[in-house]
């Protein structure tokens, strides 16, 4: 692989960034609004704070798609040839994403808080 086809996978999982983050946006919404119609909630700094970093940490998680293509290409000099699945681990890892951050999203509105 050279730098080019390098700057050019990257530049494809760049580009589908956006959708990945609007659409686990999208469940992360929906979470809220059914959690906050269910009953009464008292929203605080701490849930806004919990929500940046959960939004960080799945574009750290859709980061793993390039890794694991870097991963492949430096050490295992393309021996799996991860870049012809890499539509397939994109749409596995959205639709993981957008289920898990409307799971998450439910439990912590289903449980009461104790502390």
């Known amino acids: 692989m050279t730098i080019e086809e ?3 996978n990257i ?12 659409a686990v946006g999208i469940f992360g919404i929906f979470a809220i ?3 906050l119609s269910r009953g009464e909630y008292s929203w605080t700094i701490d849930d806004t704070i919990g929500i940046i970093i959960w ?19 430096y050490y ?9 699945f890499r539509m397939i681990f994109f749409i596995i890892g959205l639709l993981f ?19």
């Open 6 to 8: 390098l700057k050019s």
């Open 11 to 22: 530049k494809w999982w760049e580009s589908k960034r956006w959708i990945y983050s609007i």
């Open 33 to 35: 609004y059914d959690g």
């Open 55 to 73: 939004g960080i940490g799945a574009n750290i998680f859709y980061s793993l798609g390039t890794l694991l293509e870097l991963f492949d290409w």
């Open 76 to 84: 295992l000099k393309n021996k799996i040839g991860l870049k012809r």
């Open 97 to 115: 994403s957008c289920f898990w951050t409307l799971w998450c999203g439910w439990l912590y509105f289903a449980k009461p808080y104790l502390w």
